[in-house]
């Protein structure tokens, strides 16, 4: 292929990558800038190929421009945020990954692949403000309409979970870190919301921040504020640290942070003091951190995506929350509960369900919990036309899930819908299927059957060598 359908080539697949991409030779020149670095900028091509960096964005100098640092020093960068003004006067800001570019051992310029944070950074900036303006004491007096939980709130028979609130209500009296793990929906922020409740904090800020929802670079300012003039041209921010002062910060999918903004996370719980990025005064804070999983942490650990240390020092008090599929007990007690909600909100007077939807609910696992139960309860409200929930009116899913859940019965239901099936016929049918199986898997290896069945290999081949029984 000729070099220049090459160079064709690698500029059209660089076009239509969905990502700022930037290229300047080892003198700052622009040599390629794709369109939507153009868009993200507010330029167009023609704008910027073939200037000096600095004349198309005023605003930078050799330090707080990622491509020319990387240019003086040889060395990548990887997710750096990058705020600063083109020559139309836009405000442009940014999370980089810039990288070197050499032929041989010479350095020839450098390349930028960068991701738009403008809205984003807005958004977290206005949750910041929001905090700031809602972390006051609260009123004493609760109103059914308040989003805050008690331990009263949480409904249960299950004597684990009756337990697990016990052990809750006495943690609520210290400031010790807090781990709690537990499926997605099993109420976690509920007993993070209770414990708050219940301590000497409660008329302190509370404060919630899902650790998934926000890239590295945006939750560690979030987290920790900025100064202004620092080189990413921040302006002057407290976090959520600063704003959860003498309150309790909530750091929920804490497995989802970077490990080095764990490290961070791990010196502020040791000597509780925090520094704003780009600032180089630290600042003492009184705040209690509780964090949440929904993975087993030891398991989160062995994989190397928590840090040890840091799962030492949080997991002081730990709580690990049952699904609801363990606390079965409780699921007709929070189908009242939904339906009263929902009866008040939608001001509605459905008395119950049916007897085939409560079958339905006992039998069914409900992977998504105590949450997924509730939005079953709200979408068949939704639909009812009656007083009584039908099984019409439930989500197809789970419609769908039940029938597939049913053609996959134990054999040992299907054959007790036969007539004439007794225990021993039952038996000997479901100890073929299981042998039958066991050597499918070792692919007719008797030996190796015998050992995944537990049984020595002479007992194996004397059932193998009786004829089969018939099913019934």
């Not at 993975?295 to 002081?316: C, F, H, K, W």
């Not at 007794?422 to 007719?444: S, Y």
Request: proline share 4%; charged share 25%; glycine share 6%.
């Amino acid at each position: 292929m000729p070099l220049s359908d090459t160079v064709e080539m690698l500029q059209a697949i660089l076009g239509a990558i969905d990502e700022g991409i930037h290229v300047v030779d080892a003198n700052g020149i622009t040599i390629f800038y794709n369109h939507v670095a153009a868009k993200l900028d507010g330029l167009t091509s023609e704008e910027v190929l073939g200037k000096p960096l600095l004349e198309v964005f005023p605003s930078l100098d050799r330090q707080s421009s990622t491509l020319l640092r990387v240019i003086d020093s040889g060395e990548s960068i990887y997710n750096q945020t990058q705020t600063y003004k083109n020559w139309k006067g836009m405000r442009v800001e940014t999370i980089n990954t810039t990288l070197p570019v050499r032929v041989g051992k010479r350095l020839v310029g450098a390349v930028e692949v960068a991701k738009d944070i403008g809205k984003l950074k807005e958004l977290s900036e206005r949750l910041v403000d929001l905090q700031a303006k809602i972390s006051k004491p609260k009123r004493t007096k609760r109103t059914v309409d308040e989003t805050t939980f008690h331990f009263e709130d949480i409904l249960t028979m299950s004597e684990k979970m009756k337990r697990l609130k016990e052990r809750a209500r006495k943690a609520a009296r210290t400031t010790s870190p807090v781990l709690i793990y537990g499926e997605t929906g099993t109420g976690k922020e509920l007993f993070v919301q209770s414990i708050h409740q219940a301590s000497v904090r409660s008329n302190k800020p509370f404060i919630a921040q899902n650790c998934a929802a926000l890239p590295a670079t945006l939750l560690e300012s979030l987290l920790f504020g900025t100064t202004k003039g620092s080189f990413t041209g921040a302006d002057d921010r407290p976090g959520l640290f600063e704003l959860a002062d003498g309150g309790t910060l909530f750091l929920d999918e804490l497995n989802s942070m970077q490990l080095d903004l764990q490290a961070k996370l791990l010196r502020v719980l040791q000597d509780g003091q925090i520094r704003r990025i780009g600032g180089s005064q630290s600042t003492k804070v009184d705040v209690r951190v509780i964090a949440a999983v929904n993975e087993a942490p030891q398991s989160l650990v062995e994989r190397g995506v928590m840090r040890t240390d840091l799962y030492y020092r949080i997991n002081v008090v730990s709580f690990e929350l049952p699904p609801l599929r363990e606390r079965r007990e409780d699921v007709d007690m929070l189908i009242d509960h939904f339906l009263q909600k929902f009866n008040r909100i939608f001001e509605m007077n459905v008395r119950g369900i049916s007897s085939e939807v409560a079958r339905l609910f006992a039998a069914y696992d409900w992977p998504g919990n105590v949450r997924e139960l509730e939005h079953v309860i709200e979408a068949a409200m939704n639909m009812v036309e009656s007083d009584i929930i039908l099984l019409d009116h439930l989500p197809a899913h789970l419609l769908e899930r039940s029938q597939s859940e049913k053609k996959e019965a134990p054999i040992s239901a299907q054959l007790l819908s036969k007539e004439g099936c007794t225990l021993p016929d039952i038996l000997r049918e479901v100890e073929e299927k299981v042998i039958k199986d066991a050597m499918q898997q070792t692919d007719g290896n008797v030996l190796r059957a015998a050992k995944l069945l537990g049984i020595p290999r002479q007992t194996l081949q004397y059932k193998l060598s009786q004829r089969m029984i018939p099913p019934c």
